[in-house]
């Protein structure tokens, strides 16, 4: 045990010193996914850490303004080590900030990814501290270069005529394409937009699993997420709080991540089809809030 932690030790301060040099897109790449803070100061609320985790529908690139097609908030207990996965139907109607009433996946095209991360303060009263950002280009090289994400799918999947997906239920490891297409298929579930959003949730909490278990099997892994995540990402955060933020991430337990879909009803705004959510969202929002957890 004592040489183990002595490795880990060694191992850190290794990366300490690498993290800065491992991986970062050359100023004129454009990147296909962002991370940044929300507010010019980081403070977590009594160890607890949200962040903000946007779709947009951009097929190429990731313009900084475009529809949202995933809308979620993870939170973090860097107590506890629990955590949660809140995810919101992209259409959901709600109170854009400075904007009225709209769909929420608006937010991203009236004010980019900020604008998305004040409409869910706003919505659940909770700070938001980063927000990350890709579209279908970026989401699905991070899948490939991670070499694929298991998980279990609920049942046998087929649309071919929308998002292409074709998968039998089961445990099995989607590659890059694969998991694009799940995460955008809503036409072969009779939840819709809700079950999509649900198994986006489920994604995250597969990349959580899968990260926890190459890194507690070699810490020298997690080299190789921050190697990905860098050549994939622009960042507007330091590369050391990247790394502690990729370090706080491998020590949460898939089991501990709860992934909840706020509840709603269907209805319609004119001649646009919305989904209101629920009053009891509420009672979710407050237990977010003070657990950091779900």
């Keep these: ?80 080590m629990k955590a949660g996965v809140l995810n919101f139907p992209r259409d959901s109607w709600v109170n854009i900030p400075g904007q009225g009433s709209a769909k929420m996946n608006e937010a991203l095209v009236r004010g980019g990814p900020q604008l998305v991360a004040r409409t869910l303060e706003s919505v659940t009263g909770i700070r938001i501290d980063y927000w990350v950002m890709t579209g279908f280009v970026g989401f699905e090289n991070l899948i490939r270069q991670l070499n694929g994400v298991k998980m279990r799918i609920p049942t046998n999947v087929s649309d071919i005529g929308g998002s292409g997906a074709q998968l039998r239920a089961g445990v099995q490891r989607l590659k890059g394409y694969e998991a694009l297409a799940y995460a955008r298929t809503r036409k ?42 860098r050549k994939n990402t622009r960042l507007d955060i330091s590369a050391n709080e990247m790394f502690r933020l990729g370090i706080l991430a491998s020590q949460v337990k898939a089991k501990d991540v709860g992934n909840v879909t706020v509840p709603v009803s269907l209805g319609s705004m004119g001649a646009a089809s919305v989904v209101f959510i629920s009053p009891g969202a509420h009672s979710i929002y407050a237990r977010f809030k003070k657990n950091g957890s779900l």
């Design 1 to 80: 045990m004592i040489k183990r932690a002595a490795a880990i030790v060694a191992f850190l301060g290794l990366v300490c010193t690498l993290v800065p040099l491992v991986g970062e897109p050359a100023p004129t790449q454009a990147a296909p996914a962002m991370f940044g803070r929300v507010h010019e100061s980081f403070q977590p609320q009594r160890g607890k850490i949200f962040v903000a985790v946007i779709g947009n529908d951009a097929r190429s690139g990731n313009p900084d303004r475009a529809l949202a097609d995933a809308i979620h908030i993870v939170g973090i207990n860097t107590k506890t």
């Design 188 to 229: 072969a579930f009779s939840g819709g937009d809700v079950a999509r959003t649900t198994h986006q949730g489920d994604i995250l909490v597969a990349l959580v699993r899968k990260l926890r278990k190459e890194t507690q099997r070699s810490p020298a892994a997690l080299l190789r997420w921050i190697d990905v995540t």
